[in-house]
């Protein structure tokens, strides 16, 4: 059995090889830490929640290497409508509940018709690469302070 790290490290690597990124610990380090976080983050969380193992980690490298992670599928950029992207470790599909009172972000355990939402942008000439609903309300604390 591997260890959950060893299963993180190694799809990690494999995807930037067959990438053809370099392996770096940094990268390796950044992944591990979005992985142990567990949930929706900011760079800006990431980068300090990392900051002790990587002294001297600059807050454009966080940016750049989120940036490469969700190019090589590993993790998700949610689109909250907020000021600040949020990156999701978890890449199978779900949709995102956000509150507009206090900002949380809840995964929503729902699957959409991509393709009949997709269909008449596409009609319309729209290339259309992805699709996504985001649900949006009160958070179960919100609603009940009323
Ligand atoms: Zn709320
Ligand atoms: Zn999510």
Redesign the pocket.
């Given at each position: 059995m591997l260890s959950p790290q060893t299963t993180t490290d190694e799809r990690l690597t494999a995807a930037l090889r067959d990438g053809g990124h370099r392996v770096t610990s940094q990268r390796i380090v950044l992944h591990r830490v979005l992985a142990e976080l567990g949930r929706h983050t900011t760079a800006e969380e990431l980068a300090g929640a990392a900051g002790a193992r990587l002294p001297g980690l600059s807050l454009p490298t966080v940016y750049a290497t989120l940036e490469l992670f969700e190019e090589l599928g590993l993790v998700r950029r949610v689109s909250t409508g907020g000021s600040a992207a949020l990156y999701d470790p978890r890449t199978d599909e779900h949709q995102h509940f956000v509150?507009r009172?206090?900002g949380?972000v809840a995964d929503v355990e729902a699957a959409i018709d991509a393709a009949a939402l997709a269909g008449p942008a596409r009609a319309a000439g729209l290339a259309v690469d992805g699709v996504e609903v985001v649900l949006r309300g009160?958070?179960r604390?919100?609603s009940s302070r009323g």
């Open positions: 509150c009172r206090c949380a009160l958070c604390e919100c």
